[in-house]
């Protein structure tokens, strides 16, 4: 029983913050993204009763601690489903930089869901699957489901789940343009003390209607109305990060580089925004008319570049796909 997937890491949009439960990862409330590709995680999983026991490798490396306890958790998720004690063994790998801030746990524990659901024999939808995923990280319910998807919050498997979103936008015509700042970041550390920021209740008061926002605008295709949101709600993100207990800083001097970089860019009349997730590499989002430009600005900030579109959901791949 071996399996294999991909799937896309997600940018967020509208991001989720602190976790009501952090075992469950059920988020205070619901959060939207949208997936970057061809950036992706391919993930190999196999249920096999003659292993010792289960065995994590991710981009080379075996993996223990706590991030082997977040892989194990959708394993046994899906095991439970399945009425299967077998051991498992996973190898992932990605064809980007993680642990950046792009997104890779969302990537990867799509990936890992869906290979094991499959490897597992499981017949689920997308938004089935989802809730597996984000047993190993909220953000990967919508890797699972794929381009513009809503992950809606609430306290059991049924409620927080993902789907996609009706969109009016040429998918065809989004471009993303990556900043990559390669520094180091912790989001779990980060969800942990959410709602100690005393800015965190004033992000629970406005954020409904962000999300109502955002739903309003790409239901109809407002590009700018959609990633202006985008730009926006990063901030309000940062502000609650940085109030808490630890006070994280994730930004670079990089960072605001490109921050000054775009909006002197919307200033010439180029649609770009940024946005960013809890670390210190940068979304711009563009279109396909303007994207040259908007790269050409970025990498001027003395950072390397990645040009991206909109993804597609985690998908089973052939067994020639497998990675070992």
């Given at each position: 029983?071996?399996?294999?997937a ?10 989720y913050h602190?976790?009501r439960?952090p ?8 959060s ?42 959708v ?26 801030g ?24 997308r938004?089935e ?20 998807s809503?992950l809606?919050?609430?306290?059991n ?26 520094a ?49 709600d990063?901030l309000?993100?940062?502000t ?15 960072t ?19 946005s960013?997730?809890?670390?210190a ?6 279109t396909?008319?303007h994207v ?33």
């Open positions: 029983m071996k399996a294999t991909a799937a896309h890491p997600i940018q967020g949009l509208v991001k602190g976790m439960d075992v469950r990862r059920f988020p205070y409330h619901d939207i993204s949208v997936c970057t590709a061809p950036s992706r995680t391919t993930t190999t999983v196999v249920f096999d009763p003659d292993l010792d026991g289960d065995a994590y490798v991710v981009d080379g490396e075996p993996v223990a601690g706590r991030g082997a306890d977040r892989i194990r958790s394993l046994d998720r899906v095991r439970e489903l399945a009425d299967l004690d077998a051991p498992a063994r996973l190898e992932s790998e990605s064809t980007f930089p993680t642990n950046v792009l997104g890779s746990s969302s990537s990867g524990f799509a990936a890992a869901a869906v290979a094991a659901a499959a490897a597992a024999g499981l017949d689920l939808s938004p699957v989802s809730a597996i995923a984000r047993l190993g990280s909220a953000s990967a319910a919508r890797a699972v489901t794929g381009a513009f809503i809606y919050a609430g306290m498997d049924d409620d927080c789940r993902a789907a996609r979103l009706p969109s009016g936008l040429d998918d065809d015509d989004v471009r993303i343009v990556v900043g990559l700042v390669p180091y970041k912790e989001t779990e550390a980060a969800h942990a003390e959410a709602a100690e920021s005393h800015m965190f209740e004033a992000r629970l008061a406005h954020v409904h209607g962000q999300l109502a926002e955002a739903k309003d605008a790409l239901r109809v295709g407002d590009f700018d109305r959609l990633f202006e949101l985008a730009e926006h990063s309000s993100l940062a609650t990060t940085m109030t808490g207990p630890a006070g994280w800083v994730s930004w670079r001097p990089e605001l580089a490109i921050f000054r970089a775009v909006r002197q860019l919307r200033e010439d009349g180029v649609p770009a925004y940024f960013t997730d809890t670390g590499s940068v979304y711009v989002n563009t396909v008319d040259d430009a908007v790269e050409s600005a970025v990498a001027s900030c003395g950072v390397d570049t990645r040009r991206w579109q909109v993804g597609g959901p985690a998908t089973v791949l052939d067994d020639s796909a497998a990675l070992f």
